[in-house]
């Protein structure tokens, strides 16, 4: 496994399970026994993923041949990476709900919007720009919406970077100018957010959590420029090649800044605090694999030693969780959605009742390898597209 990125799918891989744990809940849980807002804290799996795209997209950028068409080759690439899968799953959705409303008269686990506007800006990534087909076309499928926005404001974001780590500027201030910039974009997205709310009130566009104004791109903008900020603190060709903050001080700042997340999650005291949280969450994830990349360094280095860092079995799963976390995506609602709702209509026939608490536990370990299962085998096809689709 590459050095470079398994710090990186271990945080994806954290963060694919925490989506399937609140997925899972949606028709399992019942009465959720007053944990329904915790589970829910499993959201916060989509800012680790936010996160991890701006850290591996400096990758991608970086191996692109400079030239006038870089950022079209760019978002070309990345639309065709994600579009095959995405497009074959939409079509799946498409026939479940077809199959299951119109013909069985039954209750889908997902109810897809299917004016021919809302398919064409799923089909097209711009539904992050559409508050009536944002995520109701694809189950959880805002992520996708949000992160291609997020994908075409990566390069003049690297640019700003870049140019800072250009600058002649000492190591202090330079530290301090980079990690401003998410910082700035925190800033300027609470009052942004704010005022789209207030003048589009006619609209309904109100700020909370999972509402069109918390998807949007700006709002996940600073997460993300946080992992820009790690790869050129710690994997750039310019990074200093000794940091010194040891795993423990990446490590507390993780806690600290997961503790406030989740409090303000769990305890909102306003709605303008989902234009934070989101950001809190991505300096939780800065913070975490921080602490993986120096564990990994130190790992490397003792090598002579014969050590070895992040090899645990739980690593190595969480690891290859990340690497097939896209696949799992796609095919998680198969299971979250349509096969937990099929489990619990089996469960209330005849007015039966269930132990909600205790079939969320039952049903969450083996949905978890049967999704990531499945996740491997449309990761295959996918990257045999992918090969194809570069030679041509």
């Known amino acids: 496994m590459d050095q470079k990125s398994k710090s990186l799918d271990i945080l994806k891989g954290i963060g694919i399970i925490m989506i399937i744990a609140v997925h899972n809940r949606h028709f399992v849980m019942q009465d959720m026994s007053g944990l329904r807002q915790l589970i829910n804290l499993g959201q916060m799996g989509c800012q680790l993923f936010f996160f991890a795209s701006g850290f591996s997209l400096c990758h991608a950028w970086q191996h692109l041949h400079p030239s006038r068409d870089r950022i079209p080759r760019f978002l070309l690439r990345r639309y065709l990476r994600l579009a095959p899968g995405f497009l074959f799953f939409m079509i799946v959705n498409l ?26 800006v799923n089909i097209l990534f711009l539904h992050g720009l559409s508050p009536g087909a944002v995520n109701n076309v694809f189950p959880g499928g805002w992520y996708i919406g949000t992160a291609f926005l997020l994908y075409i404001a990566f390069p003049p974001l690297y640019a700003v970077f870049q140019r800072l780590r250009n600058a002649s500027l ?16 925190l800033i300027l997205n609470i009052p942004l957010l704010h005022f789209v709310s207030a003048c589009a009130a006619k609209e309904k566009l109100p700020l909370g959590n999972n509402t069109f104004l918390y998807y949007f791109f700006t709002n996940q903008l600073p997460c993300f420029s946080l992992g820009i900020l790690l790869f050129f603190q710690h994997m750039h060709p310019n990074a200093p090649r000794k940091n010194p903050c040891p795993p423990a001080v990446y490590a507390a700042l993780s806690a600290v800044s997961a503790a406030f997340c989740a409090a303000l999650f769990l305890y909102p005291p306003m709605p303008l605090i989902y234009a934070v949280i989101p950001s809190l969450a991505g300096l939780a994830a800065y913070g975490l694999a921080a602490a993986l990349i120096r564990i990994e360094k130190r790992g490397e280095s003792a090598r002579v030693h014969k050590r070895k860092r992040l090899t645990s079995p739980v690593s190595r799963f969480l690891a290859s969780c990340g690497q097939h976390s896209y696949g799992m995506y796609l095919a998680h609602s198969l299971v979250s959605w349509y096969g937990m709702k099929a489990l619990t209509a089996l469960l209330t026939q005849n007015g039966r009742t269930y132990n909600d608490l205790l079939l969320y ?7 978890v390898l049967i999704i990531y299962a499945m996740g491997v085998a449309v990761e295959k096809v996918l990257s045999r597209i992918d090969r194809r689709l570069r030679r041509s």
């Open 95 to 120: 026939t479940l709900n077809i199959l299951l409303m119109d013909v069985l008269h039954l209750s889908p686990g997902f109810i897809m919007n299917r004016e021919p506007r809302a398919l064409l």
């Open 170 to 185: 000492r190591p202090g201030c330079l530290s301090a100018c980079m990690a401003g910039i998410p910082a700035l974009l």
């Open 361 to 367: 536990g039952l049903v969450f370990l083996p949905s």
